[in-house]
């Protein structure tokens, strides 16, 4: 049975969209079918990552009841190496939209959590996806809560910073607690993880604050900050260290490994 994962923080920042990104493409490069959604409606980023110049169809219109998931679903499966097949949703970009999406009240919110329930039945059931990826929006926006509510798993990226660090500790008692999800946290941007001192210090932030499973530790690469977004590591760069990083939180998730 395939899983739902939503990839969320705190705030800003964090990496998010770059772990949303890569992650469904490594599950793709190993085989497994895979959707994606932009589910970052304030400040949609998919549709330049994956460089999609135009799509008629956006996953803001599936939500608003506009039209069936199938024609919103956009087939990218050429980025990525392997026998796998990696899907998107994209969130619409246009000012317009940007603005439409951030006056929804929550009645909308709610016919919105049950069009996200819905992708379980037409795509983990019915099309055998394995895994569908969704990059929310940092924060308490209702778009995140909806997909924190629909997921198996919750993949939470923090980094060093103190807000952050409060935030997400925070956020894992009140809010994904609060639903009793699956979650694992991605430490990500990570200084000095080559000393002893600096990892055992990570541990212990883990085991002792956060309290939760450990996804990955992400140390800051600089030649990830200069890509500026614009690789796919898990086609682009297979051997980084990045790359091999994003294996393994895949198959700790395949694995069920985050109990």
């Not at 392997?82 to 603005?99: C, D, H, S, W």
């Not at 060093?160 to 008692?173: A, E, I, N, P, Q």
């Not at 939760?212 to 682009?236: S, W």
Request: glycine share 6%; net charge positive; with cysteine.
């Amino acid at each position: 049975m395939g899983k739902i994962i939503a990839v969320h923080s705190y705030k800003g920042g964090t990496g998010k969209t770059l772990l949303s990104v890569n992650l469904a493409a490594t599950f793709a490069k190993l085989g497994k079918k895979v959707c994606l959604f932009d589910l970052d409606f304030r400040a949609p980023s998919l549709f330049a990552i994956l460089k999609i110049n135009s799509t008629e169809n956006w996953f803001n219109d599936y939500l608003n009841n506009s039209w069936d998931i199938n024609k919103v679903l956009v087939d990218v499966s050429d980025k990525v190496p392997g026998k796998g097949k990696l899907l998107v949703g994209l969130a619409n970009p246009a000012t317009e939209a940007i603005r439409d999406m951030s006056a929804k009240d929550r009645k909308w919110e709610m016919r919105a959590l049950g069009r996200l329930l819905h992708l379980r039945n037409a795509l983990i059931a019915d099309k055998q996806i394995d895994y569908i990826v969704f990059d929310t929006s940092p924060g308490l926006q209702y778009s995140s809560i909806n997909a924190i509510v629909a997921a198996d798993l919750v993949a939470v990226t923090t980094t060093g910073d103190r807000s952050d660090v409060d935030g997400t500790s925070r956020m894992l008692k009140e809010l994904y607690g609060l639903f009793e999800k699956k979650t694992g946290i991605v430490l990500n941007k990570v200084l000095d993880f080559n000393t002893e001192d600096r990892r055992k210090e990570l541990y212990d932030r883990i085991n002792n604050i956060y309290k939760v499973p450990l996804l990955g530790i992400v140390p800051c690469f600089c030649d990830i900050l200069r890509a500026q977004g614009n690789l796919i590591f898990a086609q682009d760069k297979p051997d980084h260290p990045f790359s091999t990083l994003l294996t393994e939180m895949a198959k700790k998730i395949d694995g069920n490994e985050l109990n």
